[in-house]
């Protein structure tokens, strides 16, 4: 005559939630709920947060003592302290309330990058002037309608240089895009467009004219990592490898929210974004993140589907405009991160 349920805290609104929250369309209480009489115990809450973790608590202990932690497994398969002490460092609030502290969030909408991110992306834009830079990548996020075209140039320390220019004929692109692989001396293995807004078409003009490495990125494709047999970088016989590979895919729930989740871990590492770029600032300033019931994190839709009810605005409701200076310079970082699987696996084409 017993249960035992096993959830998390993330977004949902069913029975899980209710029991611990409460139900909000009745008087239903959340919680541990007892019997009339106060002899039996109906429901049980039991929170287990990290900080329950036996590795985490030696961690404490050792603390306490004035000791300097040990980092020693006392249970394996659980949070460690070196895991935990860099999960509170790099996740957001919503992050930490549910994984840590096993709580629903109850907060506003987080943003991707906060005022204080922007700023140390400008301090260290600043710090870094007059370095000699090795252009790593380039975005392009081809002009839709009346849109702009924008062309990002990144390398690992921050973005080199953005371009946005109106383009009514949209034939110049290719052109201008090669140009600007010369310039900075990028191959064209390291050229990443958008695949809708003609990207596509571009890209298949660039393959025509020679330039064959040409990659495209659907924004609304599904995180697929490649599989351990094929990709040389990973070990097959290493498990924990294997599984951080096939982990990726369930972070975020689509390549729009893995792109922008890697612009965000990289700007927390000190990646620079010349204070000259406000428009680019002020696009990255204002896109919330939010997670849904699996814990992937997920951004606003660029434009809502068709047939879509929802009355959550887009990102270009959100932004008064599309996020073209945004989108290309996402698409020049995880080119810069992912090009050898690209080039190796053919992923693009």
Known sequence: N????????????????????GHPGTNAPGGDLWSRDRKRCLRKIIQITAEDSPNVVLA??????GLEPSGSIVLPGVKDWEEYQDEEETWDEVQRAVSHRAEFWEGEDILLLTRALLDQAKHRAEAIQGKRRKAEAIGIDPAEGGDKT??????????????SKKTPDTKVIPMETIALGKRYNVPSERWFFDRSGGGWEHACDLRSMGYQGVNTVG????????????????????????????????LYLNRRAEMYGM??????RGFALPAQYTELRR???LIPIRYDGEGRMKLPPKDKPAGSKSKDPTLKQI??????????????????????DYI????AF
């Open 2 to 21: 017993r249960s035992l349920v096993i959830g998390n805290p993330w977004p949902c609104d069913n029975f899980f939630k209710h029991a611990m929250k």
């Open 60 to 65: 404490r202990e050792e603390i306490a003592l």
């Open 319 to 340: 932004l008064g405009r599309s996020p073209d200076e945004a989108d290309a310079l996402v698409l020049a970082i995880y080119g810069m991160d992912t090009a050898e």
């Open 344 to 347: 190796t696996l053919g992923r």
């Open 150 to 163: 924008c062309w990002a140039i990144v390398d690992n320390l921050g973005l080199i240089e953005l371009i």
């Open 219 to 250: 924004f609304g494709e599904s995180v697929s990592p490649p599989s351990s047999p094929v990709d040389d970088s990973i070990d097959p016989y290493d498990p924990t490898e294997v599984h951080e590979a096939r982990e990726e895919k369930y």
């Open 263 to 268: 612009l965000r871990l990289r700007v927390k």
């Open 283 to 285: 696009q990255l300033g």
